[in-house]
């Protein structure tokens, strides 16, 4: 059975979307993403240095991605604008993802300042991913605006906690018509199984495999993860019961002996 994620006009095969921050050496880049089978990748806007090839991220990313600049280090939605706009000048595409944090402690993203960014960037033709705080009537207002996806966190970002936000992510994939991509904390491969398996379109992780003892294992780990995360989705799993019940009659089969 065909399975494919259609979002922003294109077909995509691969659910995991890669992040670009925080590797010892931008050289893994590409073995990372072939690892992953990737072909979105994020990349803040504020680490490419276009003067010099060699600190240049894109110089190291393959040409057949679809590159999803972010607005990583915006305040507010004039600054995100602003980003958007450079990336796009810069050659970058449409594909946008808005992170707009204010707050500097636990770097929660400002799901109102973002909801402003959505309505100019997709009047101008963007296709906007916006990352939020999983709250349903900022995510109906983000869709409202445009937004091609929802990118909710699972817990704050870089920590690898995991899917803290599970039931408010649930919600969201119930309520939501757009695809909801968890974004943020995923730390383990099982935890991005689940988020796939409670019906997530697919997932975003960075800190995760750029941490990782081996990067690249790692990459195909949580490519293989997501991908078993999503048949068991597609399956459709068992129902979950209070008591035991066993798979097989436990009566029936050994009978005492009849003596004449």
């Known amino acids: ?3 494919k994620l259609i ?4 077909e995509l095969d691969c659910r995991l979307f890669l992040g670009t921050g925080k590797f010892a050496d931008y050289v893994l880049l590409p073995q990372v993403i072939n690892a992953a089978k990737a072909q979105v990748v994020t990349v803040a806007l504020r680490r490419v240095d ?9 110089e190291y990313l393959p040409k057949n991605i679809i590159l999803m600049p972010n607005t990583s280090g915006a305040r507010n939605a004039g600054e995100a604008i602003r980003i958007a706009h450079i990336a796009r000048e810069a050659g970058c ?3 946008v993802k808005v992170e707009i944090v204010t707050d500097q402690k636990y770097l929660m993203p400002d799901n109102f300042e973002t909801i402003k960014t959505i309505e100019v960037l997709a009047k101008e033709g963007f296709v906007v991913f916006p990352y939020m705080t999983p709250d349903l009537m900022a995510a109906r ?3 409202d605006a445009g937004a091609a996806a929802i990118m909710p966190l699972g817990s704050p970002i870089g920590t690898n906690r ?3 936000t599970r039931e408010l992510v649930e919600i969201l994939i119930s ?3 757009l695809p909801i991509i968890v974004d943020a904390g995923i730390g383990r491969p099982s935890e991005a199984a689940e988020a ?3 019906g997530a379109a697919a997932v975003m992780v960075n800190t995760a495999i750029a941490t990782a003892q081996n990067p690249v294992l790692m990459a195909r780990a949580f490519g293989q993860a997501v991908e078993a995360g999503r048949n068991a989705y597609l399956a459709g799993t068992g129902a979950t019961k209070r008591f035991a019940e066993a798979s097989s009659p436990l009566t029936g089969f050994l009978r005492k002996e009849v003596v004449p």
Not at 7 to 10: D, R
Not at 50 to 58: A, H, K, Q, R, Y
């Open 50 to 58: 276009f003067g010099t090839p060699e600190e240049n991220m894109l």
């Open 196 to 198: 796939m398996e409670i």
């Open 93 to 95: 595409g449409k594909w």
């Open 7 to 10: 979002i922003g006009g294109a």
């Open 162 to 164: 995991g899917l803290k």
């Open 141 to 143: 207002r983000m869709a």
């Open 175 to 177: 309520e939501i018509s």
């Open 1 to 3: 059975m065909e399975d």
